[in-house]
């Protein structure tokens, strides 16, 4: 055998080599494929009724949204409503009452005299657990 032909058998070992590589590796390839297929057609499978049922959600989201925007619509105008009523109220009733309580408190003012006029200070008292104590006027002006 001369050195070429051992060259050229050299050359066919690594070529057969190379070739089973590839011919592995284009195998392992092929397997990869069609699980991925098997799996793009399950997810794709169980994806619709997924979407379905998301879509159903959603769509029973917006009528509970739809609800509440009434509600809360209704709500604010029975709370401009009852602010209304309260100033209402406040205005028709507030005024008269102010003047009845003022004159029912210059009333007992008034009844409330002895008709001397002895200065008020001075026959003031202060009545603490049922007992009287001089008012502090008083202590001031002895001390």
Known sequence: MTGGEVAGILVAVFWA???SFLAVVLVRLAQTLRATTKLVADVTEQAVPLLVDASATVRSAQ????????????VQEVTSNAS???????????GPLVKVAAFGYGVRKALGRDGEDAPRGSARRTVIVGRTVPSSRRRKQKG
């Open 17 to 19: 080599i190379l070739v």
């Open 63 to 74: 009528t509970q949204l739809d609800r509440v925007d009434a509600i809360a619509s209704d």
């Open 84 to 94: 209304a009523l309260s100033s209402t109220v406040a205005s028709t009733f507030g």
